[in-house]
């Protein structure tokens, strides 16, 4: 692979720097970087934010990394500060002829200089300027699309400026060029601003994904970090062996966990590469020795884990909807994968609000139920899909009431004829999803409100299968609030390859098709070390990866139980010895 078993380590530098050479300085900041990590290899940008490097420093720079035993690639950041236009982070607008021009030209240098190149993810589009509004009418017109929407237009036009003028040129240039193309963390939004992943993939050599999640609360994104881990994993099912890597970065990372959980989160993906934006912002920083020690240790978890697997979450390319909800519940015990596939042969899936999207969804779905198959649907799927025939299969309907309640209770509590309640830590409030009973049963967990009481799991049983109704939080976050017994109910409906876990929130389970898993509890102000339990179906014992065999408690209805014990901010990989 590289100077690591199981990914390459590889970091970007951007054009200023390259302007600005200092060779002598450059050969220290390459050293503090050896001093504590293996670089494998560098992306190297001549143009970024108006600042245009020349082909001769380009090549310099390429030469000194090169000398240092590292691979060098090219790289472009196609953004342009432009006082007459209004466009979010200087993107550029693509009916300038000027900027797009520019595009060309770089994407030329890069081709001349290197034999691969990837762009950041500011490859996107929101200028309204005239011409730009003048393009999407009339390709609005054309479509016969009347609401005035930019999706389809942004997206058309980005696929046409990716071929003619960065593909095109480069491989007439150097037809051997790779040229990948980076997509950001925020996947829900790709269409607005013309990212197609569904399209683009067909075009460009390779894929990469963004997997900076930074600070979780005090950003403008808000984004759970298993996203680190999940898009990683969406994007290898989008373009299959040809995901590049994960890229992360150290801004807005209030605690250097947050840092080093980006990269963690990464790493359990498996990923071919693992890219750190951006050299100039890592030289002198801490971040690099905490992150170089880390990384032999990520290295040989690696070297023992298969390829992930968990439930399958159906995103279709061009869906939004509740967003982000499957990683919430990702970083709560529920191991899911995020995929832009119906996968009707998997035992069991989720669907989200954004599985709506797909126009053929409740077909689908009632076909999967139907044949055995279990399907766990969010309580935003089943508002989406009403009117649509998912009356065929749930008798759940949504009034638009809510519920604030931190008296919770499952099933599995009644005890002579009485619930015995579980409190949350805070009030949560959810939607009311109304049922008929004794067609619908909703009583798998509950929560009350004086006389009041709503479903949070409800069960609806369809031909051979079944039908699961997940009620989250009106605030997604809120899901580490639901009670232990609740969220242990909720996740044994989430068991992978027999593997489960009961205990607190925001600890995450990671599993993978060798019998093995990671279990990774989060750093922040809530989390404590506590014990969890797994459970494994049939298993007879544990290994843990970093030495030392754990023995069941106890053996139950098939399934072997272990306590294990957790650390904030600390992974710890496992192997099923059956």
Excluded at 77 to 92: A, E, G, I, R
Aim: hydrophobic share 35%; aromatic share 12%; charged share 30%.
């Amino acid at each position: 692979m590289g100077n690591y078993r199981n990914f390459k380590l590889v970091v970007y530098f951007i054009s200023h720097a390259v302007k600005h050479l200092d060779e002598e300085a450059l050969e220290k900041q390459i050293a503090f970087f050896n001093k504590y990590m293996r670089l494998d290899k560098v992306y190297i940008e001549p143009y970024r934010d108006g600042c245009f490097a020349s082909e001769e420093q380009l090549r310099k720079c390429k030469e000194i990394f090169e000398r240092n035993g590292i691979e060098a690639q090219g790289g472009i950041t196609t953004s342009l500060p432009d006082p007459d236009k209004q466009c979010l982070f200087n993107v550029m607008c693509y009916n300038d002829e000027k900027m797009i021009s520019l595009v060309k030209e770089a994407c030329e240098m890069n081709a001349r200089v290197f034999n691969g190149f990837i762009i950041d993810d500011f490859f996107f589009t929101n200028c309204t300027c005239d011409k730009c509004r003048e393009g999407r009418d009339e390709y609005n017109r054309a479509h016969g699309i009347t609401d005035g929407s930019w999706q389809e237009y942004r997206c058309d036009l980005m696929h046409r400026v990716s071929r003619d003028y960065i593909i095109g040129p480069a491989k007439k240039i150097n037809p051997d060029c790779k040229i990948t193309i980076k997509y950001p963390n925020w996947m829900e939004s790709y269409q607005e601003t013309g990212y197609d992943p569904l399209k683009q993939k067909e075009i460009f050599d390779l894929i990469y994904t963004g997997t900076e999640t930074r600070d979780p609360v005090n950003t403008d994104q808000h984004l759970p970090r298993y996203l680190s881990y999940s898009l990683m994993n969406y994007m290898e099912k989008t373009a299959p062996g040809r995901n590049g890597g994960g890229w992360f970065d150290p801004f807005d990372c209030r605690l250097l966990d947050y840092y080093l959980e980006q990269a963690y989160l990464t790493a359990f993906a498996k990923p071919r590469e693992m890219m750190m934006f951006c050299f100039q912002a890592l030289v002198d920083s801490v971040n690099v020795p905490a992150l170089g020690f880390m990384l032999d240790k990520l290295d040989s978890l690696l070297d023992n884990l298969g390829s992930p697997v968990g439930i399958p979450c159906y995103i279709p390319h061009r869906a939004q909807g509740e967003d982000n909800v499957q990683d919430f519940l990702g970083m709560n015990g529920f191991p899911v994968l995020t995929t832009p596939d119906f996968e009707e042969d998997a035992e069991t899936m989720l669907l989200t609000a954004s599985s709506a999207y797909d126009k053929d969804i409740v077909d689908k779905l009632e076909k999967y139920i139907a044949k055995g198959g279990k399907a766990i649907v969010t309580n935003g799927f089943v508002k989406a899909t009403l009117g649509r025939g998912i009356e065929r299969i749930t008798s759940i309907r949504d009034r638009g009431r809510r519920m604030t309640s931190n008296d919770f209770a499952s099933e599995s509590s009644v005890r002579y004829n009485r619930w015995e309640r579980e409190y949350s830590q805070r009030a949560v409030t959810v939607p009311v999803m109304e049922f008929r009973n004794n067609a619908t049963w909703g009583a798998v967990c509950k929560a009350f409100a004086e006389e009041e009481s709503c479903t949070v799991l409800a069960r609806d049983y369809y031909g051979k299968g079944q039908m699961y109704t997940l009620v989250v939080p009106d605030t997604f976050s809120d899901i580490k609030y639901y009670p232990e017994k609740i969220l242990d109910r909720m996740r044994r409906e989430f068991a992978v390859n027999g593997i489960r876990m009961e205990g607190t929130s925001r600890i995450s389970l990671f599993v993978y098709d060798n019998d093995s898993f990671v279990i990774y509890p989060y750093a922040d102000n809530f989390t404590c070390d506590s014990d969890i339990y797994v459970f494994v179906k049939g298993a007879a014992a544990l290994e843990k990866i970093n030495g030392g065999r754990i023995e069941p408690l106890y053996t139950e209805n098939g399934e072997a139980a272990f306590r294990l014990r957790t650390s904030v901010g600390k992974f710890e990989g496992y192997k099923i010895v059956r």
